[in-house]
């Protein structure tokens, strides 16, 4: 490898498996996952002809990026092992999902979720290095929970904080000067990027006027899902938002199934039992989200 081409930012694809690549995983052969989909009365050919379209702009993404760079190939399921260098473009391929799985391990790095189309990979890899004005850069704010013994999860989208199976979850709720013992199908803290997902379907749902963060608003909004009002519970505490150096404190009284996750992976968890406790904050990382255009 030459100097040059040393000196230039590694490329990192970041990919998740197709709908067949996950069956030829169970099942070992093409013709075996024919047979386990088609005894359902299903038929293997979408999955087929989608993986020919994933396989077709992948091609075309690899056809972007200059032969003398450096670049890696790394899926979902090992971002957890992965080491992103500090000078890493991310470039991610496949469902939006991909975006918000990805972001939780990067520290600054350049991303960007593409098109599979060389001329724009190619165009954005020069951007990275010499920021012309064919993209611009956002910072998008992220979600960190952090528990009471250090271990934490960032989200770029939302956090959930309830019972694993979505059954009634029972914490107390301090919300600054504010504390309430509360029984609800969870808590739901998103950030200005999350707010056009989850949160949103909750702020349409109850007509909610308030403001509510931009991607790049520093703030999380949160709220309590369907809490229930007893004589140990109260519901007055159900919306608010959070800023820095504020942080929303919730303290677990569930003896089995408590969970935190971020982003809807319900895998990537954190156990919420009782005599735990969880606090959430505006995340001092950001992801770096390569956007085409101006600002």
């Not at 799985?101 to 190619?122: H, S």
Request: glycine share 8%; proline share 5%; hydrophobic share 40%.
């Amino acid at each position: 490898m030459s100097r040059a081409a040393a000196s230039l930012p590694r490329v990192v694809l970041v990919t998740r498996p197709t709908r067949l690549e996950v069956l030829l995983a169970a099942h070992g052969t093409l013709g075996q996952a024919e047979f386990y989909v088609e005894s359902r009365g299903q038929s293997l050919a979408p999955l087929v002809e989608q993986q020919a379209a994933f396989d077709a702009a992948l091609r075309e993404v690899q056809l972007g990026i200059p032969a003398a760079q450096r670049r890696t190939r790394v899926g979902r399921e090992a971002l957890d092992r992965f080491l992103f260098a500090p000078d890493d473009v991310v470039l991610i391929v496949g469902q939006d999902g991909l975006v918000p799985n990805t972001a939780k391990y990067l520290r600054g790095q350049l991303t960007a979720g593409i098109n599979p189309d060389p001329l724009q990979t190619a165009a954005l890899l020069d951007w990275a290095m010499h920021r012309n004005a064919a993209f611009r850069l956002e910072e998008r704010v992220m979600a960190r929970a952090q528990r009471e013994d250090g271990q934490q999860l960032l989200a770029l989208n939302e956090l959930f904080i309830g019972h694993q199976t979505h059954q009634s979850a029972r914490y107390l709720l301090a919300a600054g000067a504010e504390r309430e013992r509360q029984s609800s199908s969870g808590i739901i803290c998103s950030t200005g990027t999350g707010c056009t997902g989850w949160a949103r379907s909750i702020v349409t749902q109850r007509d909610l006027q308030s403001r509510m963060p931009t991607p790049e608003d520093a703030r999380l909004a949160w709220f309590v899902r369907e809490p229930w009002p007893s004589v140990a519970t109260g519901a007055a505490l159900n919306f608010g938002f959070v800023q820095p150096p504020g942080e929303l404190a919730v303290y677990s009284e569930m003896g089995e199934g408590g969970t935190v996750f971020a982003d809807g992976i319900e895998a990537d968890r954190l156990d919420f039992l009782e005599g735990q406790s969880v606090k959430v904050s505006v995340a001092q990382h950001r992801l770096k989200l390569v956007m085409p255009g101006r600002p």
